[in-house]
């Protein structure tokens, strides 16, 4: 049993993480812990875990709870994991961070998009972004583990194929993202209130999301050069999930079937990610609560143009699910161990 | 044309207020502030009236905004109102207060549940209680109106008939209440975040919600006796509506159909009230956005009860609407004015 | 390993069997059918399947997908049962019914409330009804199993202990009941389309619904008596979840805390019924997509009733959650196999 | 007042107009009809209208409850419209159709994308699109209006000033769309139930949706050329509204200050198009139940692109509200007359 600690317990992304773990065969969880809720009983921060889990937000310095720990997650805000790491490989434990912090190989990516500088700039250039199905074998020997952020897991995973095909051409990128709500955080906020959201949509962080960094870096590795995409995120009025629209021209006439064909074939045998058939389009509820991607595609021969659509959850495998399959690869696990439940639906 | 300012305005009573206020034939808006927008734009608060109004929220003190004003709508906290409603009787001007300071004749019942000493109790006890299809003649004269409670106005619409009709026991009352968030008020709580409350139905309030004196006292005056009644709220995963079921006891048996009769003979040609055949129920959609109420019974004969409906917006009839109505009497205009728009649907 | 077979698999309470059959750790899924997608691969009927499952419905007549199983689920409409039943016994299959034909002992109350005579009364005398915090050890020995309905599992859970300990007069019961709309099935009907029901609270089947001669039976055996209640039920905007609020009048003088002791009590040890504390309500996305119940009471000192709330997932511990801890027990295998998922939150 | 009757007035589109002109200060309804609900009250149609009005959809031939009027609207499916209008023109009445059948001048714009002759190809010719923003001249004589569907209403307002001034490459336009559920009509589908709709965010139609022409029309006649655009519709789970996000190179280097002051200078004392500032980005709700657009953009410096985003009610501006507007025109009333309530917020 690998021993795991959170810290970070009480955000959307720290649940969804105590969900799989307490869910997971091979974790036994040995400590969680939260600013906020320090002394509390799990089901103080968490409806669903009362009377089912006896587990306490540790009390007393932030690292009491992943004494025990083998793996530590940091499910924390920008900024707060850099101070923790270094501690935390010096007592020779594996971290995944699931906020930006060690995202970045390049520490000034880090410092030009997130306004401050990088407090271990060493570690980040040695940490793995997590990102199995793409970077599968630079994870596996990692101590620190970048965990991606959720569009640029869709992003990634959507437009990789193509890219890697030299069927697109990078100069004509456009993604158009739709998330749900909980990507927003818990933190409360006038304008996220249930009132005000419902039933209603908005785009958000326009024109420079922090998230554009991994996306162009990250296609930037299949491309073979520095790339810019236009990148427009929404937010819908839904609990959970990411839906995530990219077009960009062809570099070639091109039919749906055949890319399509191209997209399966670039993910043989990867349990997470499934390509759909030409008759069928993603929608977010399909992978609701789960580590799934869906992948679909259509060409408009009338405008030369691709259309590639990606669904996945962002706690999931946008955050918490990936998170937990990078672990399963850190410590040689099965790499679906814990993640094989599928959506709740409707 | 009557001149009316808001305090209060950038909460969502207030802002339902100015809705209606803007869009009233016979109203000119003279002033509006509010202690979190002074010196704003009104589009600052609501998106709605972006490009629509130039109204800027006042600055300086409080009733600044009321100056001009004949007609002031108070939109604020419990015990706020009763701070400033002294001075803007003594200028000469009506007022209409949308909070519970000048709902209760006794202020000691003021006091009991709302624990603090009422500081203008000769005022309170001279108010007219707003609900203008129970107790319209003693509305036309006041000075101040006490605008009735989005719950009590449905509780008592939808039980005074009966209670008057003595067809209902009045020791079995228990009254399953409903509403939308908006209910909630604007303030940011973590647990009304869209991402919590989405596809979420929850209880709250038990067993003691502060509307109960404003449903017990206006039912006895049709008793003609005390009585104490259950009331149980939830919150509905929607922003606005109510939906109140109370089920009572019959004092003799009796048909769906003559429930329904009954009903509809105690408000004749009342405009804002209809009374549903005994094929259709009610539901809150049906009155969105406006100052109607739909009523609904049926008789259980099996048990010997029936079980009375009633649907509002809890913005609309059951606070901002009903106060329009309550100025259309005070001012003597046609008591519809402003307030004939029909629900927006679907 | 169980060999299971589903038929009914593409309504509601169908896709969920399947999500809880695959995930299950000592099940064999061997066959599933349905009317509607005969001969179509699973992912047809289900979008969380596509990719994940190679499951195809059979074609041919209606038990040729059970002919490997040992146990059958059923799945179906009213009445649809009992046409297949009497030759899956024969064939010496145990078989969980999760509509109505096999929930009564007594023939004729299913021809009361369901307008038709049963085809086979001698098997329905003979079936458990599977509720097994109630009736556990009338469940392990029996050949078939009808499942109970949704709002009988949450009614009978929040009561029995209360109406065990003789502490609520019977004759005072009233239940006001909410559910999401997957418990009106999959049928598309113009009332419960997206746009008509979003943000919409509304009443429906009053007041004589076909699960109340569960509830009133099931209450009855342990009051030791027949009794009739009130049951109001409404449908909330979410696709899953069921919030029961039921009230009773006291027979004695209690506290919320002593009620809430009682209850608890009630369930020593069950993994799937937690009682909260007098600080916490019920909220239904504390367990969705679960077979978990929360429940909770407040005493209402003023008017001597008591307060009771279940919070159950329809579609779960309301119908596949629960019909596979039946599986659990026909089978001998630990009752919380393939069942211990906590809520997908938020 | 103008005698207006409807045909088709049980579908959403009808309904919204029913709730428009009977609201409208200078409009007598003479009559309403709907295949579906012929000889029934209106109240049977729509739940708003209950207690409210007593016209019934009348029965016998679908042109009876047009006897009257002097203006009909028809809220048709496709292929429809056509059937009737030539005898109405006949009959001398003025048609405002918010169907597809008189949107293009070119009948074989019609039959290659509605997949049928147009069998009035002369009277389609004549007749006006009724974009008033854009065309108001063309609108006020004609006599026929072919009312434009929701999408390209949003699509136009937001790019015509852009393509006016040449600011926009007409080879790069992107168009990614959101729309609540109204806009798919009121006709039952299994995938638009609530329970399979609700928390799910999916795109549709794709690539080739019939509101392309539209769109693509429009736009030629401000870049004085024919142009291609990609569009992608999506479903968003709400019941009402349109989100429109364009994305197009910009031709020469700009800001966003300088983008939002053409899009203003463009629209001058227009009542329903409102231009935001470069601080606010669009949401839907602000618009919800209105006949106003709300107007956004954002440069992107680092590719060189411009978005811009619309939003209107897709049954409002996108086509009930606006057909209105066209009757305003076409009698030479107020424009903005009925029409100029503002959005039912939160």
Redesign the interface.
């Known amino acids: 049993m690998v021993k795991a600690a959170i810290r970070g317990g009480a955000g ?1 992304t720290g ?1 969804e993480l105590v ?1 799989l773990l ?2 997971h065969p091979e974790v036994e969880m040995v400590g969680i812990s939260s600013r906020s809720h320090a002394g509390l009983p799990l ?1 103080k921060a ?7 889990s006896h587990l306490v937000f540790a009390e007393g310095e932030p690292l009491r709870a992943a004494e025990k720990a083998e793996v530590v997650f940091l499910a924390m805000g920008q900024g707060e994991a850099m101070e923790l790491v270094p501690r935390l490989v010096e007592e020779g434990k594996k971290i995944i961070d699931l906020g930006p912090d060690f995202r970045f190989r390049d520490p000034g990516t880090y410092t030009e998009w997130y306004g401050k500088p990088h407090t271990c700039p060493d570690l980040t250039t040695g940490a793995a972004y997590g990102l199995p199905e793409l970077w599968r074998t630079e994870i596996k020997d990692a101590k620190i583990v970048g965990n991606p952020g959720c569009y640029p897991t869709a992003a990634l995973l959507a437009l990789a194929p193509l890219a890697a095909a030299g069927l697109i051409d990078p100069e ?1 990128i ?1 993604i ?1 993202a ?1 998330s ?3 990507g ?1 955080g ?1 933190q ?3 304008g ?13 962080g ?3 999301h922090r998230h554009l960094p991994e996306i162009e870096g990250g296609l930037a590795r299949f491309f073979g050069r520095e790339i ?3 990148f ?1 995120p ?1 937010l ?6 990411i ?1 995530l ?1 990219a ?1 960009a021209e062809l570099t070639r006439p091109c039919t749906t079937e055949e890319v399509l064909g191209i997209m399966a074939r670039f993910y043989p045998g990867e349990p997470f990610v ?3 058939d030409e008759k ?11 580590n ?1 991607v ?1 992948l ?1 595609a ?6 030369g ?1 691709v ?1 590639v ?1 990606a ?1 996945l959850d962002n706690l999931g495998k946008g955050a918490a699910g990936q998170a937990v399959q990078n672990m399963n690869l850190l410590f040689g696990l099965e790499e679906t161990a814990g993640l ?7």
Not at 192 to 204: I, L, S
């Open positions: 959307y649940g969900r307490l869910g089901g968490w409806p669903q875990f009362r009377g089912y004509t456009v158009d739709k749900g709500y909980s927003a818990r409360p906020v006038e996220y209130q249930f009132a005000e959201a419902f039933g209603d949509f908005r785009a958000y326009l024109p420079r810019k995409v236009t427009i929404h819908v009025p839904m609990a959970r999930g839906f629209t077009v499934h390509v759909l069928t389009l993603p929608q977010t509820k399909a992978v609701l609560g789960t799934y869906q679909g259509r060409v408009d021969p009338r405008t143009r259309v659509m669904v094989t439940a599928t959506a709740v639906y409707p």
